[in-house]
Nanobody
Framework: QVQLVESGGGLVQAGGSLRLSCAASGSIFSINMMAWYRQAPGKQRELVATITSGDSTNYADSVKGRFTISRDNAKNTGYLQMSVLKPEDTAVYYC???????????????WGQGTQVTVSS
C-alpha cells in the first residue's frame, strides 16, 4: 500500500504564494503519474496539474502561468508551487499518484487526505 500526505496549505491573501507538498510512503516500487486536484465548496473535484515520471507537465487553463508542478523522485514527493493566488483558487487540494508496490503488481491509484487552501480578497 502507498500513503500520500499533503502539507503546505493555509490562508493567504490574494496575490500571495503557497507551496504544497505531497509525500508518498509505504511500499513503493515506482510512481508513474502524479497529479493535484482541487475541490471547492459545492463544486466537483477538478484536475489542476499533472506530471509524469519523465517530468512532462500539464495544467488546467485556470492555473497556467501561475502554478508549477514538480516532483523529487528520490524523495517520492510531489510539489505544487502556487503564485498570484486568487480567491477562486480557494479549495481543498488533493494529491493523486499512480503507483505500484512491486515490479509485478499492477498500477494503483492513490489519494491524499487533502489540504485546505484559502485565498482572501
Amino acid at each position: 500500500q502507498v500513503q500520500l500526505v499533503e502539507s503546505g496549505g493555509g490562508l493567504v491573501q490574494a496575490g500571495g504564494s503557497l507551496r504544497l507538498s505531497c509525500a508518498a510512503s509505504g511500499s513503493i516500487f515506482s510512481i508513474n503519474m502524479m497529479a493535484w486536484y482541487r475541490q471547492a465548496p459545492g463544486k466537483q473535484r477538478e484536475l489542476v496539474a499533472t506530471i509524469t515520471s519523465g517530468d512532462s507537465t500539464n495544467y488546467a487553463d485556470s492555473v497556467k502561468g501561475r502554478f508549477t508542478i514538480s516532483r523529487d523522485n528520490a524523495k517520492n514527493t510531489g510539489y505544487l508551487q502556487m503564485s498570484v493566488l486568487k480567491p477562486e483558487d480557494t479549495a481543498v487540494y488533493y494529491c493523486n499518484a499512480n503507483a505500484k508496490s512491486t515490479p509485478v503488481t499492477r498500477w494503483n491509484n492513490y489519494w491524499g487526505q487533502g489540504t485546505q487552501v484559502t485565498v482572501s480578497s
